[in-house]
Nanobody
Framework: QVQLVESGGGLVQAGGSLRLSCAAS????????MGWYRQAPGKQRELVAE???????SYADSVKGRFTISRDNAKNTVYLQMNSLKPEDTAVYYC???????????????WGQGTLVTVSS
């Protein structure tokens, strides 16, 4: 079955950087889009960044210019490089499997377990 495992969260001071990783297994990773979401305390989960199977990217306005999503298909891994972190970036970050690039492959609902990012002021 599909498994997504995040890592790389932690405590960082405002202005600092972190890189999150999400390792996927159980799928043909290269054909699936991937996304990073986050959920802050008391708030709804929100989309942070997405990357297609062809490596096109999109970002939430709140992180544009600070965060970069990328993927390494050889390692079945998607990354989120987070720079210039702000206290309001504090949240649990989740990776999510996106749609496949072809209808020949199934759409699957899969989330990672989440990794906590805490940004201190």
């Amino acid at each position: 079955q599909v498994q997504l495992v995040e890592s790389g969260g932690g405590l960082v001071q405002a202005g600092g950087s972190l890189r999150l990783s999400c390792a996927a297994s159980g799928i043909i990773f290269r054909i699936y889009a991937m996304g990073w979401y986050r959920q802050a305390p008391g708030k709804q989960r929100e989309l942070v960044a997405e990357i297609t199977s062809g490596s096109s990217t999109s970002y939430a306005d709140s992180v544009k210019g600070r965060f970069t999503i990328s993927r390494d298909n050889a390692k079945n891994t998607v990354y989120l490089q987070m720079n210039s972190l702000k206290p309001e970036d504090t949240a649990v970050y989740y990776c999510k499997l996106g749609p496949p690039s072809s209808g020949w492959y199934p759409r699957l609902d899969a989330w990672g377990q989440g990794t906590l990012v805490t940004v201190s002021s």
